[in-house]
């Protein structure tokens, strides 16, 4: 069975200081290596006159693709934080470019781990993140006596509403997580004593942000 995982719906970036060296990161959500080498190749324009531009990113719903880069740093003090913070926060198919301009203080091995790590950190909480999950769309046909039972179990439920169509009948859309999907529709079966009619998609992706739901 496919798994929920999250994923960034609108990059964003931020920055930390530390002993005068600024931290500068960016997130964009990504979906190919060639994707992110163009993001990549973005922020080196931007900040050619930095001294480093380091980065990580993870592809996939099982981290297919993972890079990293420490872009000059000591080996395993940049690329490799930003790529465990990624990997630690359960975020896929996302691209972090740190970049670095040099305070004139040597931080040491520790202190380049930790200010990349907490300039990932600053980017994401910068970032707009999601969670996709596996489901199914199902549309639910009823006659108006079976509405208003069909919203209250969908409401107790937390169960998204994309549409609901009036006519001579009501037909309701709604995106069910796979593991409620038998449960929901054996209530929605007894609720309504067998008079709803069911439409049940094949899996499907979906999320929702700010309380409105997608389709991937």
Known sequence: MSQSYQIIYEGGSDEIVEKKSRFIAHVFPVHSEEEAAGHIEQIRKKYWDARHNCHAFVIGPNNEISRCSDDGEPSGTAGRPILEVLQGQGIHDVLVVVTRY?????????????????ATQAGLAASRVMTKQPGRKITVGTDYNGIGKLQYIVGKRQIPVMDTRYGEAVEMDVLVPEEEVGALTKEITEATAGKAELDISDELFFAVLDGQPMIF
């Open 102 to 118: 040099f305070g004139g203080t040597l931080l040491g091995t520790g202190g380049l781990v930790r200010a990349y790590s907490q």
